[in-house]
C-alpha cells in the first residue's frame, strides 16, 4: 500500500494561495489521489481527487505532474476557515485492495 | 437527510469493561467503515462492510468486533477494553469501494479507557 508523505504543518494569511505538496513514491498504476479537509471534533471532508493532470473544483485544485510521484493541493485566497489538517491519500484501487491509507496530515493555520 | 450519525460522542469506559459504538447512515451506501484516530495522527481503519452480511479487517482490527445486518447500521463492539484503544473512532459510508467514491464521515464517538 503506498504511503504519503506531508509536513506536519503550514502557515500562511488570508488571501494568499496556498500549495500544500504530497510526496507518494510508490503510488500503483491504477491508485487515485484524493485530498480530506478535518476540522477539530469533525469527521474528515472530501475536498477533490485525481489521477494525473489538473483537476479544479469550487474550492481546490489539485496538480499532479506525469510521474505521479507526488501531487500538490491548491487553496486559493484562503481564510481564517480554511484554518484545518489537510490528508493526501493514495490508493483504493484493485491494487491496493481498495484500501486507503490516511498519512498524519498537514496542519494549515491561517493568519489575519 | 442526516448523512452519518454516531452515538455516543463521548463515553468512559474501565478497563475490561465492554461497548457498542452505534453508526447508521440514510444515503443508502453499500460501503460502511469504522476507522480510529489517536491524537495527532491520521485515520486507521478497523474493519469495512461491503453490504449487509458481509465485513472485512482492515489495517488493525484487534479488539473490535462488527456486524452488519441491514443496511443503514454498522455497530463496532469492543468486548474488553483497554487503555490502547482510549480514541476517537469515526464511522463513513460510501456508495461503492476505493477512488470513486467519496467517503462520507460521521461526527465521531470519543473514548477514554481508563
Known amino acids: 500500500l503506498a504511503k504519503t508523505t506531508q509536513p506536519i504543518s503550514m502557515d500562511s494569511y488570508e488571501g494568499q494561495e496556498v500549495n500544500i505538496t504530497c510526496s507518494h513514491n510508490?503510488?500503483?498504476?491504477?491508485?487515485?489521489i484524493t485530498w480530506y479537509q478535518q476540522f477539530p471534533s469533525q469527521g474528515p471532508r472530501f475536498i477533490i481527487q485525481?489521477?494525473?493532470?489538473?483537476v479544479t473544483n469550487e474550492v481546490a485544485s489539485l496538480f499532479i505532474p506525469a510521474d505521479r510521484k507526488s501531487s500538490t493541493l491548491s487553496l486559493p485566497r484562503v481564510s481564517l476557515s480554511d484554518t484545518a489538517v489537510y490528508y493526501c491519500?493514495?490508493?483504493?484501487?484493485?491494487?491496493?485492495?481498495?484500501?486507503?491509507?490516511w498519512g498524519a496530515g498537514t496542519k494549515l493555520i491561517i493568519k489575519p | 437527510n442526516a448523512g452519518v450519525t454516531q452515538t455516543p460522542k463521548f463515553r468512559i469506559l474501565k478497563i475490561g469493561q465492554s461497548m457498542t459504538l452505534q453508526c447508521t447512515q440514510d444515503?443508502?451506501?453499500?460501503?460502511m467503515y469504522w476507522y480510529r484516530q489517536d491524537p495527532g495522527m491520521g485515520l486507521k481503519l478497523i474493519y469495512y462492510?461491503?453490504?449487509?452480511?458481509?465485513?472485512d479487517k482492515g489495517e488493525v482490527p484487534n479488539g473490535y468486533n462488527v456486524s452488519r445486518s441491514t443496511t443503514e447500521d454498522f455497530p463496532l463492539r469492543l468486548e474488553l477494553a483497554a487503555p490502547s484503544q482510549t480514541s476517537v473512532y469515526f464511522c463513513?459510508?460510501?456508495?461503492?469501494?476505493?477512488?470513486?467514491?467519496?467517503?462520507?464521515f460521521g461526527p465521531g464517538t470519543r473514548l477514554l479507557v481508563l
Open positions: 485525481g489521477y494525473k493532470t489538473k
Open positions: 463513513a459510508s460510501s456508495y461503492s469501494l476505493g477512488y470513486q467514491e467519496t467517503q462520507y
Open positions: 510508490n503510488i500503483a498504476t491504477n491508485d487515485y
Open positions: 444515503m443508502n451506501h453499500n460501503y
Open positions: 462492510s461491503v453490504g449487509a452480511g458481509i465485513t
Open positions: 491519500l493514495v490508493g483504493g484501487g484493485v491494487d491496493s485492495n481498495y484500501q486507503l491509507i
